[in-house]
């Protein structure tokens, strides 16, 4: 292995890709969270967090559902509230807040506007997304997993 190469984690730790791989499938297939929103939560959780592949990735989900134009406003979403749906607005902001929860610490506000925003079920697996990916991000940027995006 080269020195810039790196390990393909899931390949290394199947058993642990397998975990995580199981969360995953469980937010897209056992909550009631709308598949765009999820994608559109992986993706700004994936922009703050630096990963390249999980960008690369979530943006060409969401753009399977949400226009470019949407697309390309998400890191700053909230300059353009009338681009996006209050639950969606909430769901970003919470998205933020628990991506960062070493700086926010989910305060009692940002937790309050969330709550008023989803059901408690709702809620807590939107709090999963957003741990998953986070989780995910912490694998695909230190080991450099690749992009789709060609030059």
Request: with cysteine.
């Amino acid at each position: 292995m080269s020195e810039n190469m790196r390990l393909v984690w899931n390949e290394v730790a199947p058993q642990g890709a397998k975990a995580l791989y199981g969360i995953h499938h469980y937010i897209t297939t056992g909550t009631d969270l709308p598949h765009e929103l999820i994608h559109l939560v992986f993706l700004r959780v994936s922009q703050i967090n630096g990963c390249a592949h999980c960008i690369d990735l979530h943006t060409r989900d969401l753009l399977k559902t949400m226009p470019l134009d949407k697309v390309v406003l998400v890191p700053v979403w909230a300059e353009v509230p009338h681009l996006f749906s209050d639950q969606y607005r909430a769901a970003l902001a919470w998205a933020e807040e628990v991506t960062r929860v070493s700086e926010t610490h989910a305060t009692d506000e940002a937790y309050t506007a969330a709550s008023a925003a989803f059901a408690p079920k709702d809620l807590v697996d939107l709090t999963i997304t957003i741990a998953a990916m986070n989780a995910f991000n912490r694998l695909g940027a230190p080991f450099r997993l690749p992009v789709q995006a060609k030059a």
